[in-house]
């Protein structure tokens, strides 16, 4: 199983402030198939990142992923009050299929 | 608009069985592959399996294996998961979700909340 380590598991920023998080797989992942998603309270996921780096559909430009191997990271380059909410990686490869990181928290400092 | 809309709250009873339904619309249902996940209280995101709307072909992950089947319904453009032998540990929200060619979940269901209790 590739297991996704996500570092730290919570960040404390202020709105207009970077944030950079983490995601360490613990076996090489294709980058084709590496992806990141916002969850809020009481909602399914939201994808924002798919190939490590393509933005999705609709998403800010303020969101970016990077990264190869068995390091990614999910930069927003400024937090809007919309963006504080709960992000997950998620890889796909291996058994089974799909599996995804803890998630890192995003929170108002 | 794509949307995947499922079926309500369920509370079962250990050792039962639970089916939640997902119906689909927007988009050309036999040209994307549908999977189920689900999410406990407070935790991560757990994938259940995947479904091939054409055929009809399904895997599993083996965690669920012998306790979890998928069909889908290509008239009414539905996929549904059954789970069975429900324990207090399966209680969590199941999702829908549509993946694109590089297998990102673009599109999700509002969730099922399944709740298991004597």
Redesign the interface.
Known sequence: EIVLTQSPGTLSLSPGTRATLSCRASQTVSS??L?W?QQKPGQ????LI??ASSR??GIPDRFSGSGSGTDFTLTISRLEPEDFAVY?C?Q?GG?????????TKVEIK | QVQLVQSGAEVKKPGASVKVSCKTSGYTFTSYYLHWLRQAPGQGLEWVGIIDPTGGSTTFAQKFQGRVSMTRDTSTRTVSMELSSLRSDDSAVYYCARANVLMAFDYWGQGTLVTVSA
Do not use: E, K, N, Q
């Open positions: 084709s198939y992806a998603y399914a996921p939201r994808l798919y190939g999705a559909t997950f998620h796909y058994s089974p299929l799909h599996t995804f990181g803890g998630g």
